[in-house]
């Protein structure tokens, strides 16, 4: 070949600098990311089965559904009991006076904070609600699943007898109030 002939340049990176690169976007993208959620921690207040206020917030615990204050269930031997009352109970019991730490996905149509939440002792306050039965895993968000079927199978909080889903009970005070 003449020594002025043109050659062929490879002009590509070799392939570990891509894979560098690209583990390096990737980090700074995850980091970036755990950077954006807001994290929010204090004392926290029970307002029922799944819902607790951390200073001004409102914060919804996300992938369960708790049954209302004012909501009654029956235990075996066909017993009325308020079990609305003891998710509430429940969940303060699990939190103790120790402080909370959530970390915000996004808001409800209420305004809401949805938020994953650990007790001090960095339990998921939503899979532990689950899983003593006094709370049901949200079905939209395929959370907390293994849990329920636990809590079923232990016949433990709600599933100690029968009970209405909360979302059935919301749904049929509404409708008696459109009457």
Not at 43 to 62: E, P
Request: aromatic share 6%; net charge negative.
């Amino acid at each position: 070949m003449p020594a002025d002939a043109p050659r062929d340049i490879d002009m590509r990176p070799p392939r570990s600098a891509l894979i560098v690169l690209a583990q390096l976007a990737v980090a700074l993208l995850c980091s970036d990311a755990r950077a954006e959620v807001p994290e929010i921690k204090g004392r926290a207040v029970v307002g029922d089965g799944d819902t607790v206020l951390i200073g001004k917030d409102t914060i919804r615990l996300a992938g369960i559904d708790a049954p209302e204050l004012g909501q009654k269930c029956r235990r075996t031997g066909d017993i009325e009991w308020d079990c609305g009352l003891d998710a509430r109970r429940m969940l303060a019991a699990m939190i103790g006076d120790r402080p909370v730490s959530c970390r915000q996905l996004h808001f409800d149509p209420y305004g809401r904070i949805l938020a994953t939440c650990a007790a001090s002792n960095g339990d998921d306050l939503a899979a532990a609600m689950v899983h003593s039965g006094y709370a049901l895993a949200d079905g939209r968000d395929q959370l907390y699943l293994a849990e329920e079927k636990a809590a079923r199978l232990g016949g433990k909080g709600l599933w100690s007898g029968s009970f209405q889903t909360p979302w059935e009970w919301r749904a049929e005070r509404r409708e008696a109030e459109d009457e």
